[in-house]
């Protein structure tokens, strides 16, 4: 008999008041030499917004979304998010709104 692979599972959705509390529990969990720095920042268009977050060497890229008082993060990873992946998760309307912002920002 061959085993079948456990499905994926969707991450949790973390939602916070801030955008910045979103990403409290990620940084809680990190246990590098910069455990007590990090920072969050980025661009908000509507209801969306496209951050960078760091903490010590590492760090990534995030598309949260306000939903009911609350920021949500809808998609986060290390590294760099190009324009095709900001405008699949936040939509074709912003999204490419939201990667203008970000790169007229440096």
Same mark, same amino acid.
């Given at each position: 008999?061959?085993?079948?692979?456990?499905?994926?599972?969707?991450?949790?959705?973390?939602?916070?008041?801030?955008?910045?509390?979103?990403?409290?529990?990620?940084?809680?969990?990190?246990?590098?030499?910069?455990?007590?720095?990090?920072? %969050?920042?980025?661009? $908000? #268009?509507?209801? @969306?917004?496209? *951050?960078?977050? =760091?903490? /010590?060497?590492?760090?990534?890229?995030? %598309?949260?979304?306000? $939903? #009911?008082?609350? @920021?949500?993060? *809808?998609?986060? =990873?290390? /590294?760099?998010?190009?324009?095709?992946? %900001?405008?699949?998760?936040?939509?074709?309307?912003?999204?490419?709104?939201?990667?203008?912002?970000?790169?007229?920002?440096?």
């Amino acid at each position: 008999m061959i085993p079948t692979p456990a499905p994926m599972m969707d991450p949790p959705v973390v939602c916070a008041p801030t955008i910045a509390a979103t990403y409290v529990s990620q940084f809680a969990h990190y246990n590098g030499p910069h455990a007590s720095s990090h920072t %969050v920042g980025g661009v $908000v #268009d509507g209801p @969306w917004a496209y *951050v960078g977050w =760091g903490i /010590g060497e590492e760090g990534g890229q995030g %598309v949260l979304h306000y $939903v #009911d008082h609350r @920021w949500c993060r *809808v998609f986060s =990873g290390g /590294g760099a998010m190009d324009e095709v992946l %900001v405008t699949s998760v936040a939509g074709p309307y912003y999204g490419p709104r939201l990667w203008r912002k970000m790169h007229m920002k440096r």
